[in-house]
C-alpha cells in the first residue's frame, strides 16, 4: 500500500524559504511520477510542480517558476518542495501526489493516484 506522508510546512514571512517534504513508501517509484499540489481556503486544488521520478525531469506551475524546486532523494525514497521568495498568495495546503502511469498532462488531479494527508504552508506579509 502506497503512503506519502508530507512535513515541513509552518508559518513564515514573505521572503523567506521553506522546505517541504514527501516521503514515500509502499512500493518502488522509479517509474513513479511525484507532484505537489496546494489548495487555499475556498479555492480548488491546484497544480504546483511534478518530477518523473527514473528521468528526475521537472514541470512547474507558472506561479512558482523561478521561485520553487521540486526534487528527489532516491535512498529515502522521499521528494522534496525547496520554496523560496514565499509570497502570501503561496498560503495554502500542499498535498504530494503520487501516479504510475504515463499522461502527456501533469496538471489534473484525477490523473493522481495517491496523496498524503497535507502540510500548511502560512505566509504572512
Known amino acids: 500500500q502506497v503512503q506519502l506522508v508530507e512535513s515541513g510546512g509552518g508559518l513564515v514571512q514573505a521572503g523567506d524559504s521553506l522546505r517541504l517534504s514527501c516521503a514515500a513508501s509502499?512500493?518502488?517509484?522509479?517509474?513513479?511520477?511525484m507532484a505537489w499540489f496546494r489548495q487555499a481556503p475556498g479555492k480548488g486544488r491546484e497544480f504546483v510542480t511534478a518530477i518523473r521520478w527514473s528521468s528526475g525531469s521537472t514541470y512547474y506551475a507558472d506561479a512558482v517558476k523561478d521561485r520553487f524546486t521540486i526534487s528527489r532523494d532516491n535512498a529515502k525514497n522521499t521528494v522534496y518542495l525547496q520554496m523560496d521568495s514565499l509570497k502570501p498568495e503561496d498560503t495554502a495546503v500542499y498535498y504530494c501526489a503520487a501516479r504510475a502511469r504515463y499522461y502527456t498532462t501533469y496538471t489534473a488531479t484525477s490523473t493522481y493516484d495517491y496523496w498524503g494527508q497535507g502540510t500548511q504552508v502560512t505566509v504572512s506579509s
Open positions: 509502499g512500493r518502488t517509484f522509479s517509474g513513479y511520477t
